[in-house]
């Protein structure tokens, strides 16, 4: 029984785990081409909705990320998601300054 749960949480973080990265990387890929579009078009406020866009998607990634935490088993792992996660909050972090001072 203790072996079903366990392998059942495994696929469930596994789908979660591909569900996260699948939509983030939609959002990053739309706001991209969004951005690229409303660029040539010399739409104001290009810059601003592409930082919104790439914010969104960091944040679906990041929880990718904080998802595959539950299925290490190594130290090592736990260092590599660690740094993932501490790099991808970085972004996160710049992104949204960014952001805040072109609304200024």
Known sequence: MLDF??????????????????SG?????????KGI?????R????????GRGLELGLEFKLGSEILRT???REWMEIWTVG???LLRALLTFLIRWEINEEND
């Open 83 to 85: 740094s993932i996660i």
């Open 43 to 50: 739409m104001p406020g290009t810059r601003l909705q592409l």
């Open 70 to 72: 539950v299925a290490v």
């Open 37 to 41: 579009c409303s660029y040539v078009r």
């Open 5 to 22: 749960l366990h392998h059942a949480l495994d696929q469930t973080v596994a789908y979660g785990i591909l569900l996260f990265e699948f």
């Open 25 to 33: 990387l939609a959002i990053i890929l739309f706001s991209c081409l």
